[in-house]
């Protein structure tokens, strides 16, 4: 089983939609988790932290819930340019990250 | 803009080659990492530095040998590599370790191919 999982998708969601996605995580002392937004052909960039009580950012909310070891992001008013690829990271101890294998969201018109 | 920078963008190389990915970052974080990452895959953690000493190495081949001169600065040499070592990697840093809230940024990547 994988540390961090989550669907591949792509999940196509109409422009203006909303799209609510999952990760899993095995380690129950992760202690960090963040959503990163991967372009084609780009570099991971730090979409947002995830907090205990859940948060938001514009259009994102993500949430964590320990209990069942799964974080999850919502994105309200999909825009074209939302289409991409979303990696959930998880930190345990130590100097070290865990992603996912990623999530492929296609907006479309 | 990241600020991180790494150099070159692109990057072929023959199987006897020897060259070096070169990283830099200027906001004053102290872990500097490398990650590999293949096409429709996540990155894969291969070296981390914590206070320009090497802390982890993820068993990486010793074709990939890691330098990090200061603080702002990280190099990865390369030789005698494998077509299967082609790959996008992707320097970052953070904050000293990675308490609770502290995550890491990346660079642009360095595309490398090997021939």
């Known amino acids: 089983r994988k540390e961090v999982e989550q669907d591949p998708g792509p999940f196509n969601v109409p422009e203006g939609a909303t799209v609510a996605f999952n990760c899993t995580y095995s380690?129950?002392?992760?202690?960090?988790f963040f959503w990163y937004r991967q372009d084609c052909r780009k570099e991971p960039k730090l979409l947002m932290s995830?907090?205990?009580s859940g948060n938001e950012d514009g259009r994102f909310t993500a949430q964590l819930n320990r209990a069942s070891q799964y974080i999850s992001l919502l994105i309200r008013d999909s825009k074209l340019s939302d289409s991409a690829t979303y990696l959930c990271?998880?930190?345990?101890?130590?100097?070290?990250?865990?992603f996912g294998g990623g999530t492929r969201v296609l907006v479309k018109p | 803009d990241t600020e991180v920078t790494q150099t070159p963008k692109h990057l072929v190389m023959g199987m006897t080659n020897k060259k070096s990915l070169k990283c830099e970052q200027h906001?004053?974080?102290?872990?500097m990492y490398w990650y590999k990452q293949k096409a429709k895959k996540p990155p894969e953690l291969m070296f981390v530095?914590?206070?320009?000493?090497?802390?982890i190495n993820e068993s990486v081949p010793s074709r990939f040998s890691p330098e990090c001169p200061n603080s702002s600065l990280l190099n990865l040499h390369l030789h005698a590599l494998q077509p299967e070592d082609s790959a996008l990697y992707l320097c970052?840093?953070?904050?000293?370790?990675?308490?609770?809230?502290?995550?890491?940024?990346f660079g642009e990547g360095s595309w490398l191919t090997v021939v």
């Open positions: 970052a840093s953070s904050q000293k370790d990675l308490g609770t809230g502290n995550t890491i940024y």
């Open positions: 380690n129950s002392a992760s202690q960090s």
């Open positions: 995830v907090y205990s």
């Open positions: 990271v998880c930190k345990a101890a130590g100097n070290k990250l865990t």
């Open positions: 906001m004053g974080h102290r872990a």
């Open positions: 530095y914590s206070y320009e000493k090497l802390s």
